[in-house]
Nanobody
Framework: QVQLVESGGGLVQAGGSLRLSCAAS????????MGWFRQAPGKEREFVAT????????YYADSVKGRFTISRDNAKYTVYLQMNSLKPEDTAIYYC????????????WGQGTQVTVSS
């Protein structure tokens, strides 16, 4: 099991940028694939991005491709989500999650950080 704490959320104008961080503790972070998800008010949680533990490959939802970048620093036990060209529709609570098996089944979740994009 790994404990996850997100930070970096806030209020930003449309077109602006934010960088989210997710600090992990517990088992060996480098063994976990990591993902970012988000949930907007009244909507279901949706996938945003993921980064593989083994090869560092990244995958993105179509809605954020080209604007968001996921990265990780295994020495710091941290995964990041750089968000550029933010849109009001990016407003949501953002969660990071850990996948210990590399099968996109996320077993551990953080508490989330709020991102609000004003128009």
């Amino acid at each position: 099991q790994v404990q996850l704490v997100e930070s970096g959320g806030g209020l930003v104008q449309a077109g602006g940028s934010l960088r989210l961080s997710c600090a992990a503790s517990g088992r060996t972070f480098s063994n976990y694939s990591m993902g970012w998800f988000r949930q907007a008010p009244g909507k279901e949680r949706e996938f945003v991005a993921t980064i593989d533990a083994r090869d560092g490959n990244t995958y993105y939802a179509d809605s954020v491709k080209g604007r968001f970048t996921i990265s990780r620093d295994n020495a710091k036990y941290t995964v990041y989500l750089q968000m550029n060209s933010l849109k009001p529709e990016d407003t949501a609570i953002y969660y990071c999650a850990a996948d210990p098996s590399g099968t996109y089944y996320y077993t551990d979740w953080g508490q989330g950080t709020q991102v609000t994009v004003s128009s």
